[in-house]
T-cell receptor
Framework: EPEVTQTPSHQVTQMGQEVILRCVPI?????FYWYRQILGQKVEFLVS????????KSEIFDDQFSVERPDGSNFTLKIRSTKLEDSAMYFC????????????FGDGTRLSIL | GESVGLHLPTLSVQEGDNSIINCAYS??????FIWYKQESGKGPQFIID?????DKRQGQRVTVLLNKTVKHLSLQIAATQPGDSAVYFC????????????FGKGTHLIIQP
């Protein structure tokens, strides 16, 4: 069964550094998403992406964050000047279409900011 | 009630029994609902979804019930197995397009042997 894959599984970074989290969505999917989950808390929406541009973003997704689809398969989340509170699991998801379609999630990248 | 930080509501059931996990949602405009299962160290795994024009939908061993009047969603798992032990989240969405899902706080289901 096709799945969303994310790399790395765990990223440790010094505070103030930039990180790039990578995702390969399911190949025929057109909508891509990033979510985060702080330890023990619920999953929170960050941003959605369709047709090479951001469709929706939450209040969490401020100027520190950016997304990109650099080629036909990868979808990346960049976090500039990381802060301690950026430590979380970051999940990528994709859906075949938007609207009433299930989003399928990867297993996440655990980001630890020291 | 609300759960904060590590204190998820927990439901413990005997293997083979049925379980019901409940979720209250707040956005009356939500028209699409999904249940996800999350095992330790993994991402949310799609279980079943339901649209707001339905009040019940069945899958393999799972049933989702939607009560729009009281904004309540439930997931019934029949004949629970050890592999059902996980955290279960409900998620909601309104409208078409690429809106993100709004997740609930989750319920930790423990299957006792």
């Amino acid at each position: 069964e096709p799945e969303v894959t994310q790399t790395p599984s765990h990223q440790v970074t010094q505070m103030g550094q930039e990180v790039i989290l990578r995702c390969v969505p399911i190949s025929n999917h057109l909508y891509f998403y990033w979510y985060r989950q702080i330890l023990g808390q619920k999953v929170e929406f960050l941003v959605s992406f369709y047709n090479n541009e951001i469709s929706e973003k939450s209040e969490i997704f401020d100027d520190q964050f950016s997304v990109e689809r650099p080629d036909g398969s990868n979808f990346t989340l960049k976090i500039r000047s990381t802060k301690l509170e950026d430590s979380a699991m970051y999940f990528c998801a994709s859906s075949e279409l938007g609207g009433i379609q299930p989003q399928h999630f990867g297993d996440g990248t655990r980001l630890s900011i020291l | 009630g609300e759960s904060v930080g590590l204190h998820l509501p927990t439901l413990s059931v005997q293997e083979g029994d049925n379980s019901i996990i409940n979720c209250a949602y707040s956005n009356s405009a939500s028209d699409y609902f999904i249940w996800y299962k999350q095992e330790s160290g993994k991402g949310p795994q799609f279980i079943i979804d339901i649209r707001s024009n339905m009040d019940k939908r069945q899958g393999q061993r799972v049933t989702v019930l939607l009560n729009k009047t009281v904004k309540h969603l439930s997931l019934q798992i029949a004949a629970t197995q050890p592999g059902d032990s996980a955290v279960y989240f409900c998620a909601e969405k309104s409208g078409g397009g690429a809106d993100g899902l709004t997740f609930g706080k989750g319920t930790h289901l423990i299957i006792q042997p």
